[in-house]
């Protein structure tokens, strides 16, 4: 059932998960209601979720902007509006949830500023927010220049000064802030220029500012409410980190951030405020930006398949089986080290190499199940490296997927020294589990001599979701990756690229790969040569049998036989035509006797030695 991450309500609270999501994307989805969400952090518990947080967007009006209700105050802070909120929380959210904002002292919350188009009981309305889902937020910009001051004193000394001036009348500022950080408390004032000379007392000690805005940064606890402005006192805040306090005359709301669970019982919290010191999601701050990031929330168009969903559902393990690309590492500013917590709970497929090859150079690709479909790639690889005059040997590693992903510590030949990859995912996964001796890992794409990539890099460059390098191109997932290691069922693919990066997009998707940009590679005609060395093993089947009697006796004797028939159809030959030959033959079931295939092995490995 989808929407675990919406039974989430606030950090401190659990609701029923809904039974129904539907993610909108216009008006006409409001029309049979539901309960909206604007945000990730804070939310109402509802059947139907109307899951509006990535309705974002801003129209330039002139005098006003309409702006989408899931965009964040943060992408407003360049447009002169006359009223906004913190910067983590959505217009539509700010308007919902009645929050103050910069402006509150003159205009009360911030709904009763702005207008709203809305739909409510299935008719579409504009005007004041009188209640159900906001699907625009109308704000007007202020266009008279606004004067900043503050004034940083002890937190008594700033609240005894707005108490003072509340209780002479209500001082004619545009905004009154409080905001305590640590020790230090600073008030911060507002307002048209035009009102200096009416406010020049209150100014006197008070110093030039800038404009602000009001974050609620990376606190694990965050306790929204109101106060009585006369009753407000250090003691009431206690052990609080950050404090910001909306000031007006009668009711004051406020922000209370903190690390550690606070105890403001004695306070009138809003319902999606932190309550107490339960920390639901193993210490997920529902901040979301993990979600738009994740190729498997992009694989499954299911947003629960995110390390969202995955706190807020208690880690469970249907939400834990990704690539483990860490974007959302990247991005998580709570560092939750998210990458191992879902690795240890993550099932992937059971995938493995059928044919195993070793032939080591210091330069070797190397062939993991990742990569196992892609022989021929390699293959073509190390026939162009093979034309520069770089001899590049091939080795596959026979582990599981499993074991690649999880980092099982590499055993590689002697004298490998740099391994090289076909895909960017196994780069990413190599590099944590090579062995000291080998000193690096490098993606083909990256080695390849510049005109080459050049000529790549100046079509419609897939990128892929894995590849860390710095060029530009498109970043989605095509899932090919996804879909081998988790067999569950993608959308379609977005990617629409000229070129990918990635061999197993190429597959997926039917687009060129890197590889097929390398051109025709010289090769011989390896049909032929595999037919004819078939046709001899059978021709000599009955002296090949017959010479099984000298086992013990004279080893040598089958050995030498063998080595004189092959000999001529691998000595001389590239390293590509060579191992071209030996997969063909074990692929067309030719070589199924053991010694055969270690000779034929080993007059290959000359081919490859430096
Ligand atoms: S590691 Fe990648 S795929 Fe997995 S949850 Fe994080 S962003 Fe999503
Ligand atoms: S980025 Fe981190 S804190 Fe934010 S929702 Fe994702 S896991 Fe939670």
């Known amino acids: 059932m989808p929407g675990v991450i919406y039974s989430a309500l606030s950090r401190t609270k659990r609701g029923a998960q809904p039974k129904k999501v539907i993610r909108v994307t216009g008006v006409q989805d409001l029309l049979s209601g539901g309960t909206p969400r604007y945000e990730y952090f804070r939310g109402e518990q509802g059947d139907i979720i109307l899951d509006l947080v990535d309705q974002r ?13 899931g965009t964040p105050w943060s992408d407003l802070l360049k447009y002169n509006i006359e009223v906004f909120g913190l910067e983590e929380a959505s217009v539509g959210g700010s308007v919902h949830f009645e929050d103050a904002g910069f402006g509150f002292n003159e205009f009360g919350p911030i709904r009763r500023r702005v207008e709203v188009e809305a739909v409510m009981n ?52 545009r905004d009154i802030t409080v905001m305590k950080k640590g020790n230090s408390s600073i008030l911060q004032v507002a307002f048209p220029l035009a009102r200096q000379e009416l406010l020049r007392d209150k100014l006197e000690d008070m110093s030039p500012s800038r404009p602000y805005s009001f974050s609620m940064g990376n606190y694990r606890f965050r306790y929204f ?43 009138t919290l809003d319902p999606f405020s932190d309550e107490n010191s339960q920390d639901l999601f193993s210490g ?36 834990a089986n990704c690539h483990l690309c860490g974007r959302c590492d990247d991005v998580c500013p709570v560092s939750l080290d998210i990458v191992p917590k879902l690795r240890e709970k993550a099932t992937f497929r059971n995938v493995s190499l059928d044919l195993s090859l070793s032939l080591p150079s210091r330069k070797s690709i190397v062939i993991t199940p990742i990569s196992r479909d892609l022989m021929e790639s390699a293959i073509k690889v190390i026939g162009f490296f093979y ?50 001796s080998v000193t690096d890992v490098n993606f083909l794409f990256d080695v390849l001599p510049n005109e080459i990539k050049s000529r ?46 990635c061999p197993l997009a190429s597959k997926k998707l039917g687009i060129p790969s890197y590889v097929d940009e390398l051109g025709d590679v010289k090769e011989e005609d390896v049909d032929k040569l595999v037919e004819e060395i078939s046709g001899l093993l059978d021709k000599n089947k009955a002296i090949l049998e017959d010479l099984t009697w000298y086992e ?10 063998v080595k004189g028939l092959l000999r ?23 070589l199924n006797d053991d010694e055969i295939k270690s000779i034929l092995m080993e007059e290959i490995k000359k081919t490859f030695s430096d």
């Open 57 to 69: 967007g801003v129209e330039d009006l002139g005098d006003r902007v309409r702006v989408l209700p």
């Open 122 to 173: 299935g008719e579409e309305y504009r005007g004041l927010f009188r209640g159900g889902i906001i699907s625009a937020v109308i704000i007007r910009k202020d266009p008279r220049p606004l004067s900043y001051m503050k004034l940083e004193r002890s937190f008594d000394f700033v609240i005894n000064r707005v108490k003072y001036w509340f209780s002479t009348g209500i001082p004619p500022f």
């Open 284 to 319: 997920c701050i529902l901040c979301g930006k993990c979600v738009s990031v994740c190729p498997h929330v992009a694989q499954r168009g299911d947003k629960d398949y995110s390390p969202l969903g995955f706190f807020v559902s208690g880690m469970s393990k249907e939400y």
């Open 225 to 267: 409410g109101s106060v009585k402005t006369m009753d407000l006192d250090y003691s009431i805040f206690p052990d609080v980190e950050e404090l910001i306090l909306f000031i007006r005359k009668d009711v004051t709301k406020f922000v209370a951030l903190s690390n550690k669970p606070l105890d403001l019982s004695s306070l």
């Open 552 to 561: 013990g006796l004279d080893d040598n004797m089958r050995v030498d036989f």
């Open 568 to 590: 001529n159809f691998v000595t001389g030959k590239d390293p590509a035509t060579a191992i071209k030959i030996y997969v063909k033959l074990v692929q067309e079931n030719a």
């Open 456 to 501: 790549i890099l100046g079509k419609k460059v897939h990128k892929t979701c894995m590849y860390k390098g710095n060029v530009n191109g498109d970043e989605r997932c095509s899932f090919a990756f996804l879909e081998m290691l988790n067999g569950e069922p993608s959308i379609k693919s977005p990617v629409s690229s000229q070129v990918t990066l």
């Open 387 to 436: 034309g520069q005059g770089i001899k590049l040997g091939l080795l596959t590693l026979n582990i599981s997927l499993d074991e690649l992903i999880r980092g099982k510590e590499l055993k590689l030949p002697e004298g490998v020294e740099e391994l090289y990859v076909l895909t960017p995912e196994e780069r990413l996964y190599l590099l944590s589990s090579k062995p000291k």
